[in-house]
């Protein structure tokens, strides 16, 4: 999956864009061909609204590996986490919304319009949001601070991953946003209060779980945490004299740790009155909030009973599939689960659960993706420049963590991309379920198709950074099937059976969210249906079905999307016969960036080999 920094950063028109700074970015958005007064009006507007939501924010400038040179300053912030900013924000949307609508779509060019058709699809959704008494309205999350969510989550590996250090004043700028980091959390606190009296409040196993991770932070000494270490770790390494470590340090004790205390004190104010139901239909408006949710992430007009329906005959379909390759192996007692995690626990298969292992085990990874990406110019015309790196996810967060996530490169060529795994336990990730967890979030995942959008030249600016899940973790799994289809598992039968246990889940996923959010089932329930059905670990499938309870309609986004991808390339091989050209393919739908599956249905049935 995304990672959430740019799930959020989407919701707030942000992510990555290729360009070494501002002027050549908007050098790069000027040059796009304008066919009359309307395309100028259109690009214009594209690049306001730019200005306004991405290049005023200093965390994604951060991100975008933009803060050098004239946007220097933005080092030395945070992003503003208050309600004010928030409301300030929320206006200038719905200007620029109204701005984009007053502009006559007939008089655009074709790519112009497909850019219009996203922007649209994605403010009149983000419109739908702000109706509800909670959640910001960007992003259908109904927390502001939850077990993956709240800057106490994100910050630490903020600073340690993406805050360049290379002199004495980036070091200043550290300090100065670990200051910084005290007084988003207590912004933080004040919205999570006005959510508490709107009627969210987070389900008891979330604040238990979001006071867990909290405890791990605030339990480590100063002088241990990762948020000091990196800053000393940093500044030896370039000679940068100083005493960063203890600076830090005394930040940390007298205004972080306090202010991620005052969170937590607002979350266990609540926890005796928290239901354990996780699903947003307990919520006000609720049922109409899990629609919205399904809008944003699927971007279709699914309704959550088709949604619920189309896993149940997916999780039969693949199951069979799993069957079959199962019996080859001599597996034929118990369900397809049963079988599944009796196959898991096989020694043959598990690393132990030692740093020594972990560190084989992404040595691994990293051999698998070299190896596809040897395979990749066969099925591209386009790959991306930037390389991709594996790492663990931080150990602080890797208890509430997702298993795995990508993190978009820097622009300047400072930070490549990185897919994330979470080796809390490596009894969670059996060999053979490995490789494909790589093609997702790698080669030709989620790396390929988000580096080649912010690589994709004279593209405006908005354009490179826009996203919607359907279409990006709907690529996602589409790299996984396309992986088995170029013979990626020949001589792996239990690679395979990863794969499609991989497919599985995800439509196990479309079940369990729906279930969740509109059939009233209980965490247990859904936990107990994933478990039996998948063969998974159960501590595993836990933080996921508990990761579906604060972004509804995220878990279904996959496979969705997933099904939408291969239905138009197996409409267009029909349709074009010989004519068919896969890395034409390919290159069509990723060319056009994130955009909602209408948008990519449209293009992809029009679409005719050159």
């Known amino acids: ?28 958005t000027a040059a796009a061909p304008a066919a009359g007064p309307a395309s100028a009006q259109f690009l214009a507007l594209l690049d306001k609204i730019a200005q306004e ?84 309205g960007m992003f259908p999350s109904p927390y502001t601070v939850s077990q993956l969510g709240g800057s106490y989550q994100q910050i630490p590996d903020f600073l340690d991953s993406q805050h360049r250090i290379e002199a004495a004043d980036d070091a200043d700028a550290y300090l100065s946003r670990l200051s910084d980091f005290a007084k988003g959390l207590d912004a933080e606190r004040e919205r999570m209060l006005a959510d508490f009296a709107a009627g969210a409040v987070p389900p008891d196993f979330v604040i238990d779980r979001t006071l867990t991770q909290m405890a791990a932070i605030t339990g480590t000494a100063p002088a241990d945490s990762v948020m000091s270490q990196s800053l000393a770790r940093r500044t030896a390494e370039k000679n940068i004299s100083g005493d960063w470590a203890a600076r830090a340090q005394a930040i940390l004790a007298g205004e972080v740790y306090p202010a991620i205390q005052r969170q937590a004190d607002a979350l266990k104010s609540v926890r005796p009155g928290a239901t354990h139901d996780g699903g947003v239909w307990r919520l006000p408006k609720g049922e109409d909030y899990y629609r919205f949710g399904l809008k944003y992430f699927t ?19 693949i199951s069979a599939r799993t069957d079959a390759l199962l019996k080859a192996q001599g597996m034929t007692q118990g369900t397809v689960g049963e079988r599944v995690a009796a196959l898991g626990k096989d020694p043959r298969f598990v690393y132990p659960n030692t740093d020594e292992a972990k560190d084989e085990l992404i040595k691994e990874l990293n051999a698998q993706m070299v190896a596809m990406q040897a395979r990749m110019p066969d099925y591209f015309g386009r790959l991306p420049k930037s ?147 998948l063969g998974d670990q159960e501590s595993s499938i836990a933080t996921e079905v508990e990761r579906y309870c604060v972004w509804p309609g995220q878990a279904s986004s996959y496979k969705v999307g997933h099904t939408t991808w291969v239905k138009l390339r197996e409409d267009a091989k029909k349709r074009l016969g010989s004519r068919f050209d896969i890395k034409g393919f390919h290159d069509t739908g990723l060319n056009l960036g994130g955009v909602p599956l209408t948008v990519l249905e449209r293009t992809l049935n029009a679409w005719t080999p050159a």
């Open 53 to 136: 939501m991405i290049l005023s924010d200093p965390e994604t400038l951060t991100m975008l590996g933009m803060d050098r040179g004239p946007m220097a300053q933005a080092r030395f912030k945070l992003s503003d986490r208050s309600q004010a900013k928030i409301d300030a924000d929320k206006a200038k949307f719905i200007d620029g919304m109204k701005a984009v609508k007053a502009i006559d779509k007939r008089q655009l060019t074709t790519l112009e319009q497909t850019y219009y058709d996203s922007l649209e699809f994605f403010g009149d959704t983000v419109m739908e949001g702000y109706g509800f008494p909670y959640g910001g």
């Open 387 to 533: 390389p991709c790196d594996i790492k663990r996810v931080p150990k602080a967060i890797e208890a509430g963590a997702p298993g795995g996530y990508y993190q978009s490169p820097a622009l300047d060529g400072s930070r490549p991309g990185a897919y994330y795994i979470n080796l809390r336990d490596t009894a969670e990730w059996p060999k053979w379920t490995l490789p494909t967890l790589t093609y997702h979030e790698a080669v030709p995942g989620h790396h390929f198709q988000i580096a080649l959008q912010q690589e994709k030249p004279d593209t405006p600016l908005l354009m490179k950074v826009m996203g919607f899940s359907a279409y990006s973790e709907g690529w996602g799994l589409y790299a996984e099937q396309l992986a088995d289809e170029i013979g990626a598992y020949e001589n792996d039968p239990f690679g395979q059976i990863g794969y499609l246990q991989s497919l599985m889940f995800r439509a196990a996923r479309l079940v369990v969210d729906s279930g969740l959010h509109h059939k009233r089932w209980s965490r247990e329930q859904g936990i107990r249906y994933m478990v039996d059905t």
């Open 299 to 317: 971007t279709s007009s699914m309704t959550p009973d088709e949604v619920h329906q189309m896993g149940l005959e997916q999780v039969a379909e």
């Open 1 to 28: 999956m995304m990672d959430r920094r740019r799930l959020l950063m989407t919701a707030a028109l942000g992510g990555a864009f290729a360009a070494s700074g501002a002027a050549r970015a908007f050098a790069q």
